[in-house]
């Protein structure tokens, strides 16, 4: 991506790079025929029981079928009984808590405002991603009913219907999932990357042979690059896997994109590799290999030592770099925890809270549930006063948008509305005109919908910059198609839904981009700032002598650190659909903040937090100890120092992290009986975490 975006910058137009662009995401990779196949059969076959057997509003349980059947099989397995909870107590809370308003038009409008900020609420705090799409499908679709001037009767039978479309499209896509997880081999998160360590890998032998790089792998490496890593991380944020594991493969996901970015780039520039230069390539070649044997078979990777002494100075660009990068992709299982175990340790998921720790808290949940309340009341309230409620989808709209509006920005808001302009207009109503009258059973139907279906799926299988369009297309052309039990012939109909979704549209960009917004260069810099300031806390942890209370707080900050590193990826995405004149600017930061130091300094932070609150077997002598707490400080103070420069103010002197950690490894020189060995394997591990930690403290100060 980075050289799509200096490209760009350079010497393309936008509109040859977008096209450069959507061709790049639009691309097979592995795995993704299949899962659009599942995507596309689990929707089809709810859409067919729900028309089979009239059952109303089954068109959310095909929408409910596409946000998460593409997630991992143990996952959607796993959370069925959390969505089956979550949306009784949803249908619960709806029928009681009217019922006691109902009667009463002012108290009726203040619940519906309490319920959309609960709603907006629940979506940023919700830990379980399926249980949200729950929570919200029965919200959006439930509120809307209760305004209708019908019996109440109708009102509650209509609500269990809801729940019973919820229902049908948990059985059929997790029987889905059964099936196709026996003809899908391997592991989502493990099986991309191992793709772009082999990519790498040929590149770098390939280089080593002194030979022309062919065109099969420079145009793999590309697209692997412009694809970047966005997928895979949010595939690993919605996994059930331990926190430990997510943490862990999160870092070495950085790590290999950011070596996937350097081979990228490296195939840009013109060189000539000396012999030793070349004999560091191929070291370096059968180092990435074997890397990538060890995580195939779920096995930490051996550390890596590159010794280069006494060699002649590198001249191939990018190479010391690039053996740097790969040397720190061991170091992120900073536990040496066999990666069997935590993935087995991902099996019990019931000691993984619903909703996120520090919830309460964490203000950002607040500001989202504000921003998002306001945007439906404002739908509600327009939709009311014009007396139109056939466009009471914008209130249906600005709660499914909010499903990934969470850091949302301007590129993301253009593909929701032009996704309503092709799903709705071109695709909705075209079908109605052109398609539709010489259809004459539900197989034609099926036909039509199987095909805008896996049309859908196939964006939605893209990376987060460009999958949201997929959504709003099927959104669209399900809310005009599958509403009745008929073929819909009446344009005004899909008019007002496609107005509606438009009006939710426009409004979600009103409030989160123009009242609360700002460009995304600038929510990245400020969310680094977050993380340094939340790093510099973590590493004064723990600060309470209770273990328990310290293990929640340590727990509590990890959450929020490694919410707020997605967040920083995200919007270093977002920031090559921005444009104007602080695009260059926004560029070079995006460049320095998407470097793996940040992500690898939180990882070795944990490691070494084990020694502070000395859990068993990471114990240490007492004045060792004491010498970390203090060196923990000036850590501490060097993150926050970071932080206060890169928003302008404070001083601009450094702590001397080097001179800190001399001090410590004197202390544990000192800490050592004379008769022993300099220092003992625990100690030694203990040393090098803590050298690690001010290598990587060091250069991130410099570089930010």
């Known amino acids: 991506m980075a050289t799509a975006a200096q490209s760009l910058s350079q010497s393309q137009s936008p509109s040859r790079w977008l096209w450069e662009f959507l061709k790049e995401e639009l691309a097979p990779y592995p795995g993704r025929v299949g899962t659009v196949a599942r995507m596309t059969f689990a929707a089809t076959l709810i859409m067919i029981v729900g028309m089979t057997f009239h059952i109303p509003y089954i068109w959310q349980g095909a ?5 998460v059947s593409r997630e991992n099989t143990r996952a959607t397995l796993q959370s069925a009984a959390v969505v089956i909870l979550v949306t009784d107590i949803g249908a619960i809370y709806l029928l009681v808590s009217v019922w006691l308003v109902i009667n009463f038009p002012l108290l009726h409008f203040l619940w519906i405002v309490g319920t959309f ?5 629940a979506v940023s705090a919700l830990t379980n991603y399926i249980a949200a799409v729950a929570f919200i499908n029965l919200i959006a679709f439930g509120i ?3 305004d209708r001037y019908v019996p109440a009767e109708t009102n509650v039978d209509d609500t269990l219907w809801l729940c019973l479309s919820v229902l049908i499209a948990i059985i059929i896509t997790g029987a889905v999932e059964v099936v196709f997880a026996r003809l899908r081999p391997g592991d989502g998160i493990v099986l991309p990357i191992a793709e772009r360590l082999t990519a790498v890998g040929s590149l770098l032998t390939c280089y080593a042979a002194d030979c022309v790089v062919d065109r099969g792998t420079r145009k793999h490496i590309i697209r692997l690059q412009t694809l970047g890593t966005s997928l895979l991380r949010r595939t690993l944020r919605r996994s059930d896997y331990s926190p430990e594991y997510s943490v862990e493969m999160g870092g070495v996901i950085v790590l290999v994109g950011r070596l996937v970015d350097l ?21 370096l070649a059968s180092t990435v290999a074997a890397i990538r044997n060890d995580l195939m078979h779920r096995r930490v990777p051996r550390p890596v030592q590159f010794d280069h002494e006494g060699q002649p100075p590198v001249l ?9 990068t790969v040397s720190l992709i061991p170091q992120a299982f900073a536990d040496s925890k066999s990666i069997h175990e935590h993935m087995a340790s991902a099996q019990d998921t019931r000691k993984r809270p619903l909703l996120a720790l520090g919830t309460f808290a964490n203000p950002e949940h607040l500001q989202f549930a504000l921003k998002g309340c306001l945007a439906a009341t404002i739908c509600y309230v327009i939709y009311n006063a014009v007396a139109w409620p056939g466009i009471s989808t914008a209130v249906t709209t600005c709660l499914l948008t909010a499903l990934s509006t969470v850091g949302s920005s301007r590129q993301k808001q ?10 709705g207009f071109l695709i909705g109503m075209g079908a109605q005109v052109f ?15 199987v095909a805008v279906t896996a049309f859908s799926s196939w964006f939605m299988t893209s990376s987060p910059r460009l999958s949201y369009f997929g959504i709003q297309v099927a959104l669209a052309f399900y809310l005009i198609h599958l509403s009745e039990f008929k073929m819909q012939t009446s344009l005004e109909v899909a008019r007002d839904r496609v107005v509606g979704v438009l009006l939710g549209l426009i409004i979600m960009w009103l409030v989160f981009d123009q009242l609360w917004g700002s460009p995304a260069a600038v929510e990245m810099r400020n969310s680094v700032i977050s993380t340094l300031r939340l790093l510099a806390q973590l590493a004064r942890e723990p600060v309470s002598k209770n273990r328990r209370n310290a293990i929640a707080q340590s727990i509590a900050f990890r959450d929020a650190i490694n919410t707020n590193l997605d967040k920083v990826r995200a919007l270093a995405d977002a920031v090559l659909f921005e444009f104007g004149p602080s695009r260059e600017q926004g560029l070079r930061m995006r460049d320095r903040i998407r470097r793996p130091d940040l992500r690898m300094l939180f990882i070795t932070r944990i490691a070494l937090w084990k020694y502070r609150v000395r859990l068993p077997g990471f114990e240490l002598p007492e004045a060792l100890q004491h010498a970390q707490e203090e060196f923990d400080q000036r850590l501490a103070a060097a993150l926050t120092g970071t932080a206060d420069r890169m928003e302008g103010k404070g001083s601009t002197q450094k702590e001397n992290l080097q001179s800190a950690y001399a001090e410590l490894e004197e202390v544990a020189r000192k800490a050592m009986p004379k008769q022993q060995h300099p220092f003992t394997p625990q100690i030694q591990s203990f040393l090098l975490l803590s050298r690690r930690i001010t290598d990587l403290a060091d250069r991130l100060t410099n570089e930010m």
Not at 316 to 324: F, H
Not at 435 to 449: N, R, T
């Open 435 to 449: 398609i539709l009258p010489y259809l004459d059973s539900i197989a034609g139907l099926v036909i039509l919908f």
């Open 263 to 283: 081979a990228a780039t490296l195939m840009q520039l013109s060189f000539q590799s000396p012999a030793s230069d070349q004999r560091r390539l191929r070291d």
């Open 117 to 121: 900020f609960i709603a907006f609420y």
């Open 144 to 146: 809307p009913l209760w």
């Open 414 to 423: 253009v593909l929701r509305i032009t996704g309503a302009i092709v799903g």
């Open 316 to 324: 191939v660009p990018l190479l010391a770099e690039m053996e740097y």
């Open 63 to 67: 929408v409910y079928a596409l946000m």
